[in-house]
């Protein structure tokens, strides 16, 4: 079976500090992975999504990056985090156009 | 543009109390009308893929509907641990993305 984990589960960091989020999907090869941020009372926002190593689509211009060193690895990253970076932020992975499953996410606060 | 919208955003139930949850979707060319449980805290947990209107499924007191402009979820009879929030979401001909549109989910509160 697949299984699909997230870390750090919470993290606290400062104004303009860099940021580092990995997700790692295990029991499936090539999956389509996605980077997804939920702001409190608003929907799941895409915000990256690959469809192999290396291949990275932007949804929404930011101060954050993605990659995917590795077929079931992917890296969410910013140089500077601003306050409003604030959120949950979800992986989730899936079979090229199939169901999408969401890892456990993680809670990053910016202070 | 493509959207979903889902009513109510919080709804109380009584322990047994049946009710539905509703989801409207404007999406070009739906290939896909997903639901989604998710606890506080936690990422959501898959629940159902529906395809086309008429296509029903069901697991446990849920029960999924879809028709070609809306999504009902069912509750039979439910339980307190039946409380989350559930997110629906539309993927549409729009691209090779595979891209969900979210709702802003309907959390469910059942007390014993």
């Known amino acids: 079976s697949q299984t699909i984990h997230q870390w750090p589960a919470t993290l606290v960091q400062p104004v303009g500090s860099p940021l580092s989020l990995e997700c790692t999907v295990e029991?499936?090869?090539?999956?389509?992975l996605y980077w997804y941020r939920q702001a409190a009372g608003r929907g799941l926002q895409l915000l990256f999504y690959?469809?192999?190593?290396?291949?990275i689509s932007s949804e929404v211009p930011q101060n954050l990056s993605a990659s995917r060193p590795q077929d079931r690895q992917f890296i969410l990253s910013s140089k500077k985090l601003l306050l409003s970076d604030s959120g949950f932020y979800l992986c989730?992975?899936?079979?090229?156009?199939?169901?999408?499953?969401f890892g456990p996410g993680t809670r990053l606060t910016v202070l | 543009e493509d959207q979903v919208t889902q009513s109510p955003e919080a709804l109380r139930l009584q322990e047994g109390e049946s009710s539905s949850l509703n989801c409207s979707y404007t999406?070009?060319?739906?290939?896909?009308l997903f639901w989604y449980r998710q606890d506080p805290g936690k990422g959501p947990e898959f629940l159902f893929t529906?395809?086309?209107a008429g296509e029903e499924k069901e697991k446990e007191r849920l029960k999924a509907t879809l028709t070609k402009k809306e999504s009902f979820l069912h509750i039979t009879a439910p339980k307190p641990e039946d409380s989350a929030t559930y997110l629906c979401?539309?993927?549409?001909?729009?691209?090779?993305?595979?891209?969900?549109?979210f709702g802003t989910g309907t959390l469910l509160a059942v007390q014993p």
């Open positions: 989730a992975w899936s079979r090229t156009l199939g169901t999408q499953y």
């Open positions: 029991g499936t090869s090539n999956p389509n």
């Open positions: 690959s469809v192999g190593i290396g291949q």
């Open positions: 999406v070009s060319g739906l290939r896909g």
């Open positions: 529906l395809y086309s």
């Open positions: 979401a539309a993927t549409g001909l729009g691209g090779a993305t595979n891209k969900l549109i």
